[in-house]
């Protein structure tokens, strides 16, 4: 009958112990979703997770753990990376020893030989037991484990103790600690792949940002070599026609008539070449500077086109060479977009600054952002994201050299928004130290495509 009667309150013990050894298996994972930490401090934090959540797991007194140097392939390459280690768990506390191991030396190298777990159930007469920590910890039993990847390459290990005369471990044990081994092995692989696709994504940045200076560059250059050279030229031809016409008899008319025509021709194209040269790059842009130019651009697409253009901009920034081209290129591009597409009546164009930084040793206060919006009343259109098109896609990387980000926002009807932000001049880092920029979309469907009524 007493035997009967243990049953229940064994069970129900036993039930306790499963549901916190999946609490904390849980909480585990959850700690490892949810990492904020920099890539390249985050294999330290996940292995000290590790260590903890084993530690509270098996009831261990302490543990720890290490990784290869650089990023290992598989097992049979890098034999001669080292292991460094994260430091030494025990009681709830964690000590620093800055400690590291040739690839096949010591416990680590047992573990990281090893297919499966291993236990040593007499930790102090081990050959590979650390003389240090076995005096210092009172370590009498351990169990380690090799973290492993997806392609089953090692990357790390990680080993839990008991004390002198504490319990052993268990096989079960062993093999819960390397399902646990196997979840932070995910979570280190993806940070390191998410850090990897950053560091590719800011080159694809850097590349772009060279890209643009380049063809700035060019422009300035035909530009110049187009108002110089070839406008001269035309220039002496027109000359040269008209000291024609002088010699000519009063009977030769027709004559008279072609040079006359020759002569519109001449003019024409000197005209058309001059806007091609000030598009290409504006002398107002380098001469009078970024308000300056804005304003004629706008005069000049009001004048063409015959909307109603409005410029919105009481305050201009002070800014680099950069970020005024930056500015002009995507006013000038929204505005052609427009013309072309949007069967738009009017256009708004604002320029303002967004919040103010706090009023520090008697200097004004700053904005936190500057705010670049060019707003059309057309027809809108539909939007994907994935494939933005050429006129679109320059912009973003526009805005992403100055550190800025562009939002377009358009729906059927409505019209279209581009929105583009950056930092103050003395908030700005060159493109090659910032953050990739974004472009953020809102779009009724996939697709580019005009709406129509």
């Not at 392939?73 to 080292?82: A, I, L, P, S």
């Not at 000038?332 to 427009?338: F, G, I, K, R, W």
Request: aromatic residues 6%; glycine residues 8%; negative net charge.
């Amino acid at each position: 009958m007493g035997d009967r009667g243990s049953e229940p309150v064994r069970f129900r013990e036993r039930d306790d112990s499963e549901i916190d050894l999946l609490e904390t298996l849980f909480e585990f994972q959850q700690s490892l979703l949810q990492m904020d930490t920099p890539e390249l401090g985050a294999a330290t934090l996940i292995a000290k997770r590790l260590v903890v959540a084993g530690c509270r797991l098996l009831h261990a007194d302490g543990g720890t753990a290490g990784f290869l140097e650089g990023d290992e392939v598989d097992n049979q390459v890098g034999q001669d990376q080292r292991v460094v280690g994260v430091g030494v768990y025990h009681n709830d506390h964690w000590y620093s020893d800055p400690r590291s191991w040739n690839r096949d030396e010591g416990d680590p190298g047992r573990y990281l030989n090893s297919a499966q777990p291993i236990i040593t159930a007499n930790y102090p007469v081990s050959q590979t037991a650390e003389p240090e920590w076995k005096n210092a910890f009172q370590i009498g039993a351990s169990v380690g484990v090799a973290i492993r990847g997806v392609a089953d390459n090692a990357l790390g290990f990680v080993q839990l103790h008991h004390h002198i005369g504490g319990d052993r471990f268990l096989p079960h044990e062993a093999r819960l600690l390397q399902s646990m081994a196997t979840m932070a092995a995910g979570a280190i692989e993806n940070r390191r792949m998410i850090q990897k696709l950053n560091q590719s994504h800011q080159q694809s940045q850097e590349l772009a940002a060279r890209h643009v200076r380049h063809l700035e560059a060019e422009r300035r250059r035909f530009s110049r070599e187009i108002h110089d050279e070839t406008g001269q030229v035309l220039i002496g031809l027109k000359l040269r026609l008209q000291l024609l016409a002088r010699h000519l008899m009063p009977c030769q008319i027709v004559a008279g008539q072609v040079l006359s025509d020759l002569r519109d021709q001449v003019n024409g194209s000197t005209t058309r070449l001059k806007e091609f040269a000030k598009g290409l790059r504006p002398p107002t842009l380098d001469s009078l500077g970024l308000k300056a130019a804005v304003e004629q651009l706008v005069h000049q697409f009001r004048r063409s086109s015959g909307l109603i253009v409005k410029l919105d901009a009481s305050v201009w920034p002070r800014t680099s060479e950069e970020t005024q081209i930056a500015i002009y290129r995507i006013v000038q591009e929204s505005l052609t977009n427009v013309g072309k597409h949007a069967s738009a009546k009017q256009v708004t164009i604002r320029l303002r600054p967004e919040g103010s930084a706090s009023e520090s040793a008697g200097r004004p206060r700053t904005p936190v952002l500057w705010c670049l919006e060019i707003e059309d009343d057309g027809a809108g259109f539909q939007f994907d994201p994935l494939t933005p098109g050429l006129g679109i896609f320059g912009m973003y990387e526009r805005a992403a050299m100055v550190g800025g980000q562009l939002h377009v926002e358009s729906r059927c009807g409505w019209g279209t928004r581009i929105r583009m932000t950056w930092p103050p001049a003395e908030a700005h880092t060159p493109a090659e130290a910032q953050t990739p920029a974004e472009v953020q979309i809102s779009a009724s469907s996939k697709g580019n495509h005009s709406c129509t009524a």
